[in-house]
């Protein structure tokens, strides 16, 4: 079946560090790959996705590449503010065209970053 | 457009009670997902619909888990005889598919407490 692995928090950066935050991936055929994330108090919100190899998704400074050869999807951003402090979800799909079904998403478990003034 | 909304927002219930949430999604969207998030987890994939068709429901915890989206707008979510272990999450998500593709959209969450 399909899986998500990330890094396990919290992660606790200064502001302004360079972030990342590692996703690997279980899944037949090529699903989507997505970076939710959750803000204090507020509900999941789509931040960025790639549907197949090689595209890079982004938004907001942060950006993830679909890497197949790796089954990766690593979340970077160059310079972190204490605004980004919030829980940061990897997830995938499958989809029709992969053979893989449409379904629901498969979350990994979180990753609680923490960025200090 | 006014997002996904899910009614209600908390939701207190002792053991052996009946619940029902129920979730709005955005007017254009033709699929509608239910999941269920635990302290410390990602969501958890329950079930789903396209219109009204239930094209998933093997994820479902239990028999004591229904869902329904009787007219192809809004789906409710039923729990029956709860249980303390029922307590999390219930999180809703809408999604227009076209050609395989699509993007879920999240509501805000039903925190249920079971006692």
């Known amino acids: 079946g399909n899986s998500v692995t990330q890094m396990e928090g919290p992660v606790t950066l200064s502001e302004e560090a360079f972030l990342t935050i590692n996703c690997t991936y279980t899944a037949t055929g090529y699903p989507s790959l997505f970076w939710y994330v959750q803000y204090p108090g507020e509900g999941l919100q789509l931040l960025l996705k790639?549907?197949?190899?090689?595209d890079k998704g982004s938004n907001k400074g942060f950006e993830a590449t679909y890497r197949k050869e790796t089954t990766s999807f690593h979340l970077e951003k160059g310079s972190v503010q204490v605004s980004d402090s919030a829980v940061y979800f990897c997830a995938l799909q499958g989809t029709p065209h992969s053979g893989g079904g449409a379904d629901g998403l498969t979350f990994g478990k979180g990753t609680h970053l923490i960025i200090q003034p | 457009d006014t997002g996904v909304s899910q009614d209600p927002r908390h939701k207190i219930t002792k053991r052996g009670q009946n619940v029902t949430f129920r979730c709005d999604p955005i007017s254009e969207h033709n699929r509608l997902y239910w999941y269920r998030q635990t302290l410390g987890q990602g969501p958890e994939f329950l079930t789903y619909?396209?219109?009204?068709?239930?094209?998933?429901k093997s994820r479902l915890l239990s028999d004591r888990f229904s869902a329904e989206r009787p007219k192809g707008s809004f789906s409710t979510l039923e729990i029956q005889r709860t249980e303390q272990g029922d307590s999390a999450m219930y999180l809703c998500a809408s999604s227009l598919e076209a050609g395989g593709w699509e993007t879920q959209y999240f509501g805000p969450g039903t925190r249920l407490l079971v006692l």
């Open positions: 619909f396209q219109n009204e068709a239930q094209l998933e």
């Open positions: 790639a549907t197949k190899a090689d």
